[in-house]
Antibody
């Protein structure tokens, strides 16, 4: 069974940093690209970014709203993907989800999410 | 960025009803659209990918259709477990974008 478990969510002050982790199991982790999404309270879903697998040199894509502040990385030996978030803003608050991306590009399995609150 | 406009935002229906949700893209996305179901406090669940392909384990009462810029999700006979929020998403080009969601509520 495919499982994705996020961790690292916390209450942080504006301008501070936070690193989220997502651990995958039940599938061959190195074969898949991984995506991060978020959802502000009571709002819709927002795509944050994506990291390809090693075959595609672990290249990344980012939404304009986070580019230059957020960095996605992965460690296949730990079957994990990470989201480093710097210079956090109040509008970055929400539930952060990681998801596995199929070869056709759709996110077919999602983690349960981890809550990030940015507030002074 | 490609905008996805979903309608209606709220839909009131009864068990057994046929339900249709529409998503319109601001430019052609060919057939690169997915539909997700989300229940309160839970992560989204993939229902349909590439317009009309049913994800494994999803009941056959769910179906998707459309092309280019107009897409629909249909629930042929609404069941109690189907009251939820539904999201469309384009994955034709980055940044991937979502519709604003449709809440299917009890009439």
């Amino acid at each position: 069974e495919v499982q994705l478990v996020e961790s690292g969510g916390d209450l942080v002050k504006p301008g501070h940093s936070l690193r989220l982790s997502c651990s995958g199991s039940g599938f061959t982790f190195p074969d898949f690209g991984m995506t991060w999404f978020r959802q502000a309270p009571g709002k819709g879903l927002e795509w944050i970014g994506f990291i390809r697998n090693n075959f595609f040199r672990e290249t990344t894509e980012y939404a304009a709203s986070v580019r230059g502040r957020f960095t996605i990385s992965r460690d296949d030996s730990k079957t994990s993907v990470y989201l480093q978030m710097n210079r956090l803003q109040t509008e970055d608050s929400g539930i952060y989800y990681c998801a596995r991306e199929t070869k056709s590009g759709v996110a077919d399995h999602w983690g349960q999410g981890t809550l990030v609150t940015v507030s002074s | 960025d490609i905008q996805m406009t979903q309608s209606p935002s709220t839909l009131s229906a009864s068990v057994g009803d046929r339900v249709t949700i529409t998503c319109r893209a601001s430019q052609t996305i060919y057939d690169w659209v997915a539909w997700y179901q989300q229940k309160p406090g839970k992560a989204p669940k993939l229902l349909i990918y590439k317009t009309s392909n049913l994800q494994g384990g999803v009941p056959s009462r769910f179906s998707g259709s459309g092309s280019a810029t107009e897409f629909t999700l249909t629930i042929s006979s609404l069941q109690p477990d189907d009251f939820a929020i539904y999201h469309c998403q384009q994955y034709y080009s980055y940044p991937w974008t979502f519709g604003q969601g449709t809440k299917v509520e009890v009439k």
